[in-house]
C-alpha cells in the first residue's frame, strides 16, 4: 500500500467517526434551539394571555408603563439566572441591557424576558461548542501521536489556544453571540410587525420558529466548520512536531470542486493556511490532510502501519536494524555475509524457522508460480527477497504481488541501505566487472526494463566458484547472459544483497513456508 492510498483510508475512515459525532452533536444544538423556542412562547403567550382582550392587542397597550412587580420578578429572574447558569464573560455583559428601570413598558419588558432567555440559550450553547471543539482538538492530538509518534507537549493548553483562535476575523464565540444579536433584532422586529398587524400567538410562534430554524442551521454549519478549522490546526502542530515540512491535501467522500482542486498537492507546512491550501476550504468542509515525505523509508513506515504495526515499535525495530548493521560491519570480512553463515537478523518474525540443509534451490522460491494465480507471476520482487533468505536457511516462500505493489517500483527498498548502481548499454559489462571483484557467495539483485514495453524485470545475478550465474528465482529457472539483448540501454540498476539486512518491505514480502 503506498502513503497515498494509506492516508487516504486512514482519512476517510476518522471522516465516517467525525460525522457520526457531528450528528450528536446536531441533536444537542437542536435540543438547545428548542427549549429556547419554548421558554420564548411561554413568554409570548403570558404576555398575550396578560393584556390582550377579545379583538387582540392594540399597540397602545403594549406600550403601557410595566407593572412594577413584573419588572421585579424579572430582575430576580435574571439573578437566578446569573447565579445557577455560571455565565460566560460574554453571557454576562449581554446581561447588563436587562437591567431595566421601572418606566420601562410592557413591550420592552416583553422583549427583556425573550432576551433573557436567548441569552441563557446562547450561553448554553457557546459552553458546548467550547466541550466539544476542545475534545476534537484533543482527540486529535492522541491520533496523531498514536501515527507520527511524537505528542504535542501541554496539549491542554495548546488545545485552549487553538479553541479560541480566530479565522477570518473572528472566534467562534464572536459568531455564536453574533447569531443572538441577529435573532434576537430579528425577534424583536417580528413582535412589532406582529403586534402591529394584530397577529395572534398562534401565528406569531410560526413565525418565531422559521427564524429559529435558520439560526440553528447557522449554528450547525459553524460547528461543522469549527471542528475542521481545530482539527487541521491540531494535524498542522503534529507535523511540525514531528519534523514534517510538507504535506498533502487529501479531498474526501463527494467533495466539492474547490477541494477537488487540490486534492492529493503538497504544500508546506510552515504555509499551512485554512480556506486558501487547507481545510476548511468553505463551510462545511470535512476534507483532511496527510503528513508528506518522499523517501523510501517514510513508504516503508506507513506500509509497516498498514499492516497493524504502531510507530513506537517501528522506532524500536529500526534502532535495532542500525545496531545490527553496525555488528555485521565489524565483524564480516569486507562486509560481506558469506551465504553459509546462518546470520540471524534482528528484525525477522519470530515464525521464519532458520533450517540446517534447507532446500535453496530455485524451485523452492515460488512454488506456485503454476498455480494458474497471475499474482504469482508478476511477484518478481517478491521472489528475490524469498530466495535471498533462504540463501540464509529461513524457511519462507515468496508472497504473491499486491495491487500498488511498492517493491514493483523500487525493489531496492527491500533492502536497508541498497547501493543501486547505474549502467550503461544493456548493463551486462557492468554488472559482471563489478561482481567478478566480489568473493564467492556474492549475489546481485539486476533491474532490467523490456525493450519497447514499459514493464521490467528483476533477476538474481550470483558469484559461483569465480563465475557470474544469472537466475530468474520467479520461475525457478538457471537463465542464460543473452537475456540482456532484450532489454532497454542505459536502464538496467544493480545492488548488491547478501550482505545487506532486508527492510520491513523486504520482510513482508515473504511468507513462512510448509
Known amino acids: 500500500m503506498n502513503s497515498l492510498e494509506y492516508w487516504k483510508n486512514r482519512e476517510a475512515e476518522q471522516r465516517k467517526h467525525n460525522i457520526q459525532d457531528e450528528a450528536e452533536y446536531q441533536k444537542r444544538i437542536w435540543e438547545i434551539y428548542q427549549n429556547m423556542i419554548d421558554e420564548i412562547e411561554k413568554e409570548i403567550n403570558g404576555f398575550y394571555g396578560k393584556y390582550a382582550s377579545k379583538e387582540g392587542i392594540t399597540m397602545a397597550e403594549a406600550k403601557k ?73 484533543m482527540s486529535e492530538f492522541e491520533r496523531q501521536a498514536g501515527i507520527l509518534g511524537k505528542a504535542i507537549q501541554n496539549n491542554a493548553k495548546a488545545a485552549h489556544a487553538i479553541v479560541n483562535a480566530s479565522f477570518h476575523n473572528a472566534t467562534y464565540s464572536d459568531r455564536i453571540w453574533m447569531y443572538q444579536g441577529m435573532l434576537k433584532n430579528e425577534l424583536s422586529s417580528l413582535l412589532q410587525t406582529g403586534l402591529i398587524q394584530g397577529q395572534n400567538p398562534r401565528k406569531l410562534a410560526s413565525h418565531l420558529r422559521k427564524r429559529f430554524g435558520v439560526s440553528q442551521s447557522n449554528a450547525e454549519r459553524l460547528m461543522i466548520t469549527e471542528l475542521a478549522r481545530v482539527q487541521t490546526e491540531a494535524q498542522k502542530q503534529s507535523f511540525e512536531r514531528n519534523g514534517f515540512e510538507e504535506y498533502t491535501f487529501l479531498a474526501l467522500g463527494t467533495a466539492c ?23 476548511p476550504m468553505h463551510p462545511r468542509c470535512r476534507c483532511s490532510v496527510a503528513s508528506y515525505e518522499d523517501s523510501a523509508e517514510y513508504e516503508a513506515w506507513l506500509d509497516y502501519l498498514s499492516k497493524g504495526g504502531t510507530t513506537e515499535e517501528w522506532n524500536k525495530l529500526k534502532a535495532k536494524q542500525k545496531s545490527s548493521r553496525k555488528s555485521v560491519a565489524k565483524g564480516s570480512d569486507s562486509g560481506i555475509m558469506k551465504s553459509n553463515k546462518r546470520s540471524i537478523y534482528e528484525g525477522i518474525p519470530r515464525s521464519w524457522k532458520q533450517v540446517e540443509g534447507l532446500d535453496d534451490s530455485l524451485c523452492s522460491v515460488n512454488p506456485n508460480y503454476f498455480s494458474g494465480d497471475e499474482a504469482y507471476k508478476t511477484n518478481c520482487t517478491n521472489c528475490i527477497s524469498a530466495y535471498e533468505m533462504r540463501k540464509r536457511g529461513y524457511n519462507v516462500i515468496a508472497r504473491p504481488a499486491t495491487k500498488n505493489h511498492y517493491l514493483s517500483r523500487h525493489p531496492e527498498a527491500a533492502w536497508v541501505g541498497a547501493e543501486v548502481r547505474t549502467t550503461s548499454g544493456s548493463g551486462l559489462e557492468d554488472i559482471v566487472s563489478v561482481t567478478e571483484k566480489w568473493p564467492d557467495g556474492a549475489r546481485v539483485e539486476v533491474a532490467v526494463t523490456w525493450k519497447g514495453r514499459q514493464n521490467g524485470h528483476v533477476i538474481v545475478a550470483e558469484k559461483v566458484n569465480g563465475k557470474i550465474r544469472f537466475y530468474d528465482v520467479q520461475s525457478g529457472e538457471k537463465i542464460s547472459s543473452k537475456i540482456f539483448s532484450y532489454v532497454e540501454d542505459d536502464k538496467t540498476l544493480f545492488w548488491r544483497i547478501d550482505d545487506l539486512e532486508p527492510s520491513d518491505r523486504g520482510i513482508t514480502a515473504c511468507e513462512v513456508g510448509d
Not at 437591567?99 to 440559550?121: D, F, H, P, W, Y
Not at 470542486?257 to 481545510?279: D, R, S
Open 65 to 137: 408603563r410595566a407593572a412594577k412587580a413584573d419588572i421585579e420578578a424579572l430582575g430576580r429572574k435574571a439573578a437566578r439566572y446569573v447565579k445557577n447558569k455560571d455565565f460566560s464573560a460574554q453571557a454576562n455583559e449581554e446581561m447588563r441591557l436587562y437591567n431595566l428601570t421601572m418606566k420601562v413598558n410592557r413591550l420592552e419588558l416583553l422583549k427583556a424576558q425573550i432576551g433573557l432567555e436567548m441569552v441563557s440559550g446562547f450561553d448554553e450553547l457557546q459552553k458546548y461548542y467550547n466541550e466539544i471543539l476542545t475534545e476534537r482538538t
Open 257 to 279: 470542486p474547490i477541494c477537488q482542486a487540490l486534492n492529493e498537492k503538497h504544500f508546506k507546512v510552515a504555509k499551512m493556511m485554512p480556506g486558501t491550501n487547507a481545510p
